[in-house]
């Protein structure tokens, strides 16, 4: 059964930081890229960040761009979301997914998805 278990959300003020990971089980994972998503309410869930099978090749959407970094432990299947000076617009349940094909690199071709963490940001 395939598993991916997201963890680290939490409550922290604008400017803090926080780092999610994401758990893969089931599934050979170094053979997914992996990516962040994000749904605030009200919003359709968009797309945050994207990195290769091997990890040399990672995508960000603009917003977040010099502010978060995506990693990952193929040894450990883990892919990690390192954000740092949040801000309240940063707000929202973030997923990982994954995918084993398609244009992963802009935010389609995941199949494969976790049940959301929940990050809040306050002013």
């Known amino acids: 059964q395939v598993q991916l278990v997201e963890s680290g959300g939490g409550m922290v003020q604008a400017g803090g930081s926080l780092r999610l990971s994401c758990a893969a089980s089931?599934?050979?994972?170094?053979?997914?890229?992996m990516g962040w998503f994000r749904q605030a309410p009200g919003n359709e869930r968009e797309f945050v960040a994207a990195?290769?099978?091997?990890?040399?090749?990672?995508y960000y959407t603009d917003s977040v761009k010099g502010r978060f970094t995506i990693s990952r432990d193929n040894a450990k299947n883990t892919v990690y979301l390192q954000m740092n000076s949040l801000k309240p617009e940063d707000t929202a349940v973030y997923y990982c997914?994954?995918?084993?094909?398609?244009?992963?690199?802009?935010?389609?071709?995941?199949?494969?998805w976790g049940q959301g963490t929940q990050v809040t940001v306050s002013s």
């Open positions: 990195i290769s099978w091997s990890g040399g090749s990672t």
């Open positions: 089931g599934l050979t994972f170094s053979r997914y890229a």
């Open positions: 997914a994954a995918a084993s094909s398609g244009r992963w690199y802009i935010g389609l071709g995941y199949d494969l």
